[in-house]
């Protein structure tokens, strides 16, 4: 999800508690708190030797250790609140990447991307995922491409059913 996007997303559900699913059910606990905005610039080079350049805001979530227990979630309102203040002071790219940035004691430290939202009842929930490495430049380095799945005869898209 890009920057602009999830800005739009919060600023259209300011009503709804915040919740950030980082794993399959598991939810960044009510105690959380964003401490930092990083506008990041990536320049790379592959190891094809070709270069590339994209930018990333990554907001990081903290869980408060004095604040454990709090039921309480924070408000996509108060978020917003937040993030436009950094704005004010750091202008984001409107369509750099947004990721999550978010670590507790049995969830190593990462950087999450946003890969879907969903709206529940008063809940507004930001569902995470880990993006896997690969190797850039296959082609150039000769290395196949993974195989795609062969679809079942009955898959829906196969068109023999």
């Not at 401490?35 to 592959?46: G, L, P, Y």
């Not at 108060?78 to 507790?104: F, Q, R």
Request: with cysteine.
């Amino acid at each position: 999800m890009k920057t602009q996007e999830f800005l739009n997303l919060l600023q259209n559900n300011p009503n709804k508690s915040l919740l950030f699913e980082y794993a399959p059910n598991l939810l960044v606990a009510a105690n959380y708190h964003i401490t930092e905005v990083k506008h990041i610039a990536v320049d790379s080079v592959d190891c094809g030797a070709q270069t590339d350049s994209w930018k990333e805001t990554i907001i990081q979530l903290w869980e408060s250790p004095s604040e454990l227990g709090k039921t309480e979630f924070m408000s996509a309102y108060k978020a917003l609140a937040i993030l436009n203040k950094v704005g004010k002071m750091k202008t984001y790219v409107a369509d750099a990447e947004v990721k999550i940035e978010y670590g507790n004691s049995t969830f190593h430290a990462t950087q999450l991307f946003v890969d879907d939202f969903e709206v529940r009842g008063t809940n507004l929930i930001i569902k995470l995922s880990i993006t896997k490495t690969d190797c850039k430049a296959k082609e150039l380095c000769g290395l196949p491409e993974e195989p795609k799945q062969e679809q079942s005869c009955c898959s829906p898209s196969s068109g023999c059913c």
